[in-house]
């Protein structure tokens, strides 16, 4: 079964910028998985940052981009804020159609 | 405005049957696959699977295939979750969202619908 990776947690201060990305736990990540990314903060729904690698959802600020970097989805942050600090889980686009979610990073901000 | 309105919570017993809704606006209802996720309570998204409103085909995770029913009734612009026999294992919130492997649609998300199963 197809395991999409995402690192369980990141720190990042505030101002910085950070990296997370998503992997596949058996071969490479390109464009094809139309690879998306979603923030979740405590009981909150998830709100769609970035979705077919590099499209920013509307509204989203500039400071969130979406790419490939090697064989693995990224969603770089830059001038990390206090309120960045949620969960960021990434989905994968299958050619079976089915889709599969990563297991999600905490970024804490301090 | 595109939206996706859920259905509220519901608290039931296990071995009863149950169907969640969601209802799209501000959209040509038949244009987006609906997809299903679960999340349990303090874990991550997982997805269950996705319908085409304009004919109910559907898509299933291997891990609720035969577990769940997804439908839907364009003529209400509503998708729907069914369960014929809920366990306490089912305790969950569950989200439709408008997941697409496309660059031209947005990825919308209903609410959330709070599903309990205790006895």
């Known amino acids: 079964q197809t395991v999409v990776t995402q690192e369980p947690s990141f720190s990042v201060s505030p101002g910085g910028t950070v990296t997370l990305t998503c992997g596949l736990s058996?071969?490479?990540?390109?464009?094809?998985?139309?690879p998306s990314w979603y923030q979740q903060t405590p009981g909150q729904a998830p709100r769609t940052l970035i979705y077919?690698?590099?499209t920013r959802s509307s509204g989203v600020p500039d400071r969130f981009s979406g790419s490939i970097l090697g064989n693995k989805a990224a969603l770089t942050i830059t001038g990390a804020q206090a309120d960045d600090e949620s969960d960021y889980y990434c989905?994968?686009?299958?050619?079976?159609?089915?889709?599969?979610f990563g297991g999600g990073t905490k970024l804490t901000v301090l | 405005e595109v939206q996706l309105v859920q259905s509220g919570a519901e608290v039931k017993k296990p071995g009863e049957s149950l169907r969640i809704s969601c209802k799209g606006s501000?959209?040509?209802?038949?244009?987006?696959?609906i997809n299903w996720v679960r999340q349990m309570p303090g874990k991550g998204l997982e997805w269950m699977g996705k319908?085409?409103?304009?004919?109910?085909?559907?898509d299933y995770s291997p891990s609720f295939q035969g577990h769940v029913t997804i439908s839907a009734d364009k003529s209400v612009s509503t998708a729907y979750l069914q369960w014929s026999s809920l366990k306490a294992s089912d305790t969950a919130i569950y989200y439709c969202?408008?997941?697409?492997?496309?660059?031209?649609?947005?990825?919308?998300w209903g609410q959330g619908t709070l599903v309990t199963v205790s006895s």
């Open positions: 058996s071969g490479s990540v390109s464009t094809s998985y139309f």
């Open positions: 989905v994968l686009f299958m050619g079976s159609g089915t889709v599969v």
């Open positions: 077919s690698t590099n």
């Open positions: 319908i085409d409103p304009s004919d109910s085909y559907t």
């Open positions: 969202a408008t997941l697409s492997a496309t660059v031209t649609v947005p990825h919308y």
């Open positions: 501000g959209y040509i209802f038949t244009s987006y696959w």
